[in-house]
């Protein structure tokens, strides 16, 4: 079965400092992978999407970027953290193609920047 | 640009009242529809989903939606709320052809006792 893994659960970064979320998917191949942002009100905010190693499709430009060095790894960074980018961060993956599917979504992962 | 609209933000309703949560699309391909739940301090989980064939979809707990292709709509029905079903319920959208998935601004529920 599917599986997918997204870390830490929660984060506490200073201003100023780098970013490294990591997410992998265990159990299937190919996937579509995703970032979004949970904000109240907002709902999810699609932030990158990506449908292979290597190509990652922006949604709204801001101080983060991803990355997909494997088939099933997406990573989201950022060189220098903002206050304004505290908020709950949600991996997730689909497949699309001949078997189609929803999306399935990792824990989450709490960043606060102070 | 693609969008997903729901334009209750927050609905309130008595325990037995029937529910219909409205969710609009902008996008003019193929699409995939889903209905989410995120009951307080949990995550996310798939009420129901449509992919093809009858646009009337019947999910967990009671819930069903329907996809009207010529309305870009695919509406949430729940005949007989619950107090359980206090939580907030998104509306989602797989762009097939781009592989996007994106998601509605989320429609609070709360049900009076």
């Known amino acids: 079965s599917q599986t997918i893994h997204q870390w830490p659960a929660t984060l506490v970064q200073p201003v100023g400092s780098p970013l490294s979320l990591e997410c992998t998917v265990e159990?299937?191949?190919?996937?579509?992978l995703y970032w979004y942002r949970q904000a109240a009100g907002r709902g999810l905010q699609l932030l990158f999407y990506s449908v292979g190693i290597g190509q990652i499709s922006s949604e709204v430009p801001q101080n983060l970027s991803a990355s997909r060095p494997q088939d099933r790894q997406f990573i989201l960074s950022s060189k220098k953290l903002l206050l304004s980018d505290s908020g709950f961060y949600l991996c997730a993956w689909s497949v699309w193609g001949i078997m189609n599917t929803e999306a399935f979504f990792g824990q989450g992962t709490r960043l606060t920047v102070v | 640009a693609q969008s997903v609209s729901q334009h209750n933000h927050h609905v309130i309703l008595s325990e037995a009242a029937s529910l219909e949560l409205g969710c609009n699309y902008s996008y003019g391909g193929t699409v995939n529809l889903f209905w989410y739940v995120q009951y307080p301090g949990q995550h996310l989980q798939l009420l129901l989903k449509y992919f093809s064939g009858d646009p009337l979809v019947k999910g967990i707990k009671g819930f069903e939606a329907e996809f009207i292709k010529s309305k870009f709509s695919f509406n949430l029905r729940k005949p007989s709320v619950q107090w359980s079903d206090t939580a907030e319920y998104f509306c989602?959208?797989?762009?097939?052809?781009?592989?996007?998935?994106?998601f509605g601004s989320g429609t609070r529920l709360s049900i009076r006792p």
């Open positions: 989602a959208v797989n762009l097939g052809s781009a592989s996007k998935i994106i």
């Open positions: 159990g299937t191949s190919n996937p579509n």
